[in-house]
């Protein structure tokens, strides 16, 4: 839980740029094989070309190592992450540092052939040092739920798995659809979503979570805020006066941070704080569905209480 929300400091104020295959290459597994080499334009909107498929691939990121599961190619993961702990197979990859602090010669030592990042959460000078020693970075960035089955893919095409990638997004993408057509229409709930309780801290429109809000038909309060997770006073949230509060913290943060503090908001008088788990509901991944079904849920509770 702490590496999300830490993870969630570093994020910078961008929107994500669609990384999209080369279309002179085949990139669906009913059209035949992926012919090589892979062109492909990362979430910086860097070109990265591969001249065979990825076979020694290291995540920076634990949501990375999760989609490279996803994605069928955990077997090809000689590196990790800190904090990678989903699924289980991925606590037994050597651990190259988290992104406050990446072990560069034990990266060099596993020899990559393709090092995945995460765009606003490692450094840009740490992926840039990798570059310089000649490591190929591809730098991915979900700000909305779509995105997740976008990487899948991206992800089976560069490790040639791309038969279990399609599979895994579809599935995915059919959920996904689900959820939308359950709650599209509902009543709208102001909400406001706690990532950080000293300051507060929440997400604007452009974070994924803020997707998540959108498709239940709540209304992120924060949503015109100039950076991706501003820090909101007290005055903030009182003029706001959300009637759901989401915490990602833990739901003590939310008793302690807002109830106490803050009992005249709606969600406090009718005692609509909730939680969802931050593996869930941080993590850009498949998993994130389940936040999202819970998110709903909760908002349904707030309009029929």
């Not at 994500?16 to 909107?45: Q, W």
């Not at 949501?63 to 289980?88: M, N, Q």
């Not at 996904?176 to 950080?196: A, D, E, H, M, N």
């Not at 007290?234 to 109830?259: K, M, Y």
Request: hydrophobic share 45%.
């Amino acid at each position: 839980m702490r590496y999300g929300v830490l993870a969630l400091l570093l994020i910078l104020p961008w929107i994500s740029i669609g990384a999209a295959v080369d279309v002179t290459h085949k990139t669906s597994p009913a059209n035949g094989p992926l012919i090589l080499p892979i062109k492909l334009t990362d979430d910086r909107g860097r070109d990265i070309r591969l001249n065979h498929f990825a076979t020694r691939i290291i995540s920076l990121s634990p949501h990375i190592t999760e989609l490279v599961f996803a994605a069928g190619a955990g077997g090809k993961l000689v590196g990790v992450s800190r904090y990678s702990d989903y699924p289980e197979a991925a606590k037994s990859i050597p651990d190259v540092g988290d992104s406050s602090s990446l072990d560069l010669e034990r990266i060099i030592a596993l020899k990559p052939d393709l090092v995945v990042a995460w765009r606003s959460g490692n450094s840009i000078s740490d992926i840039e040092k990798l570059e310089k020693l000649g490591l190929t970075v591809f730098a991915t960035e979900a700000t909305r739920l779509e995105d997740v089955p976008r990487l899948l893919r991206i992800i089976g095409a560069l490790a040639e798995t791309s038969i279990q990638s399609e599979s895994a997004a579809r599935v995915y993408e059919a959920e996904l659809r689900q959820i939308k057509r359950t709650y599209s229409g509902r009543q709208p709930v102001r909400v406001f979503q706690l990532i950080w309780h000293q300051p507060f801290m929440t997400v604007n429109g452009h974070h994924i979570i803020s997707d998540i809000i959108d498709i239940c038909g709540g209304i992120n309060v924060f949503a015109s805020a100039a950076s991706l997770t501003p820090v909101i006073s007290a005055e903030n949230l009182l003029e706001a006066d959300p009637q759901a509060v989401i915490s990602s913290l833990s739901l003590e943060f939310a008793e302690t941070g807002i109830r106490e503090r803050l009992s005249t908001i709606s969600a406090v008088r009718n005692n609509h704080l909730f939680f969802v788990h931050p593996d869930f509901l941080h993590r850009q991944t498949p998993r994130i569905l389940q936040a999202a079904q819970k998110v709903c849920a909760q908002l349904e509770a707030v309009r029929s209480g």
